[in-house]
Nanobody, 121 residues
């Protein structure tokens, strides 16, 4: 499974940004997720989705970030609104087989290269 994330960039606080991640190499990918890692910090769960409106969002971004994934599609989107400087991080896309939307990054065997999101104050 190959994952390709895109959409990062430099924005000002309060603005919005949309990330996308496309998966290839497999017809069906059960769960796709977003994690982020800020400088000097560990990897943090952001959101995960498996289609059919089933998704979960991390507490630190709940209400500001929205994850979406069309049924049967191996592409996941992360719409980030009301961005804050503390959202600055490298955002990475991950995937796993199975039906559980884990928030633990060790549960995801497939990873793509991250995309940098920088929010200026």
């Amino acid at each position: 499974v190959q994952l390709q994330a895109s959409g990062g960039g430099l924005v000002e606080a309060g603005e919005s940004l949309r990330l996308s991640c496309a998966a290839s190499g497999r017809t069906v990918i059960d769960v796709m997720a977003w994690f982020r890692q800020a400088p000097g910090k560990g990897r943090e769960f952001v959101a995960a989705a498996k289609g059919r409106g089933v998704y979960t969002t991390g507490n630190s971004v709940k209400g500001r970030f929205t994850v979406s994934r069309a049924n049967g599609e191996n592409t996941i989107f992360l719409t980030m609104s009301a961005l804050k400087p503390e959202d600055t991080a490298v955002y990475s896309c991950a995937a796993r087989d199975g039906s559980v939307l884990y928030t633990d990054d060790s549960r995801y065997p497939y990873w793509g290269q991250g995309t940098q999101v920088t929010v200026s104050s």
